[in-house]
């Protein structure tokens, strides 16, 4: 069974801080994606990621994929209470796979 | 990209009674999948839908619990078969564009 663990599970923090969640697998995937839901909505796609030690930027948002892509990273810079939502990382491989969440709560 | 809509957008319902949850999309799609999102978790495929096959479903899941009509290539609907609380989770479909997965926004299922 393939697992994607993610870290922490719950972060709470204030306006402006910085923050990383972490996405770890022992399983190698052909990409890794990340999704931000947000409450009454579905998962919206952030980045995709494809080759091992990757980094994308997307605004304050920076997604590191892993070298031997099992593994990935976003790190928030100067959070904003807009970001609060649910993260999730997911696995592709023939189908794809959700990791377990990081609940985020950012506060004015 | 895709848009997705999803009717109902929320029940509660009475368990041992079913409910079909009916998915559209703006385009042709080949395929559509159907997840669970139990309270505060993260989100779990219940079944592959093509148009013209019988669906294909993950391990845990049974086409009797869950049966999966795909008429055609812009809709699908999924039914919860006589329903328990432990059912009770919101029912996500998705389809995947261009190597891109978009997602309605969820039908939230109550049963008491």
């Known amino acids: 069974t393939q697992l994607l663990e993610q870290s922490p599970q719950f972060l709470s923090i204030q306006e402006g801080e910085n923050l990383t969640v972490y996405c770890n697998s022992s399983?190698?995937?052909?990409?890794l994606q990340w999704y931000r839901q947000e409450p009454g909505e579905g998962p919206v796609l952030l980045v995709t990621?494809?080759?091992?030690?990757e980094v994308k930027k997307l605004k304050r948002l920076t997604f590191q994929f892993g070298d031997a892509r099992k593994d990935s990273s976003l790190h928030i810079t100067a959070a904003q209470p807009g970001d609060t939502g649910l993260y999730l990382c997911?696995?592709?491989?023939?189908?794809?796979?959700f990791g377990t969440g990081t609940r985020l709560q950012v506060f004015p | 990209s895709a848009v997705i809509s999803q009717k109902p957008s929320r029940d509660i319902c009475q368990r041992g009674t079913s409910l079909t949850i009916q998915c559209q999309v703006d385009?042709?799609?080949?395929?559509m999948f159907w997840y669970r999102q139990q309270p505060g978790q993260s989100l779990t495929l219940i079944a592959t839908?093509?148009?013209?096959?019988?669906?294909?479903?993950e391990s845990g899941f049974v086409i009797d619990k869950f049966p999966i009509s795909r008429p055609n290539l812009t809709f699908s609907t999924l039914t919860v078969s006589n329903m328990s609380p432990e059912d009770s989770s919101i029912y996500l479909c998705?389809?995947?564009?261009?190597?891109?997965?978009?997602f309605g926004p969820g039908t939230r299922l109550l049963v008491l």
């Open positions: 998705s389809v995947d564009t261009v190597g891109t997965q978009y």
């Open positions: 399983s190698v995937f052909s990409s």
């Open positions: 990621v494809v080759t091992g030690g």
């Open positions: 997911a696995g592709a491989t023939d189908k794809l796979i």
């Open positions: 385009s042709q799609v080949t395929m």
């Open positions: 839908a093509n148009q013209g096959s019988e669906a294909t479903y």
